[in-house]
């Protein structure tokens, strides 16, 4: 069973060390006025985008922040899976949304993604990615 805070997308870090699902909170600022619209929560998942791997760094109920070396595009649609270890079973966050940043790191690419849709589902199916949302409104 999924907590509820997860499903909320709201990120967990799993200390490997004694199991214990943990929240990393990173800042509390609101978007706009120099302040988010949600909470971000320090992450590092695995994460899989047009078959490139990566790895979260930053996790909301609204966005992923994650580095890759997959091409990415602000204004761009994507959509990824991030991988997440639950009371020691792995699940799938399926996820879409718009590529609002892109920060160039060396070899590495950081990419802000605003989520426009996530679920949950079994990591028994790792498949492709999710298609970006066609029909979804300009964000």
């Known amino acids: ?3 509820a805070f997860i499903t909320s997308c709201w990120c967990v870090q799993q200390d490997l060390k004694n199991k214990d699902m943990t929240i990393k909170p ?3 600022e609101m978007q706009g006025t120099g302040q988010r619209a949600a909470d971000r929560f320090a992450s590092e998942l695995p994460l ?3 078959g490139v791997d990566g790895l979260t ?3 909301s109920a ?3 922040y994650f580095e890759t070396t997959a091409h990415a595009e602000p204004g761009s649609k994507v959509g990824f899976v991030v ?3 639950i009371n020691g079973q792995s699940v799938n966050m399926v996820c879409s949304g718009q590529v609002v940043r892109v920060d160039h790191k060396d070899a590495l ?3 802000a993604v605003k989520l426009t849709s996530s679920f949950f589902t079994d990591a028994v199916d790792t498949g492709d990615e999710p298609e970006p949302d066609e029909d979804e409104d300009e964000l």
Do not use: A, D, R, S
Request: net charge negative.
């Open 62 to 64: 609204t966005g992923v």
């Open 83 to 85: 991988e997440v270890l």
């Open 1 to 3: 069973m999924i907590p």
């Open 57 to 59: 760094k930053n996790v």
């Open 26 to 28: 990173e800042n509390h």
């Open 48 to 50: 899989h985008i047009n």
């Open 109 to 111: 690419v950081g990419v």
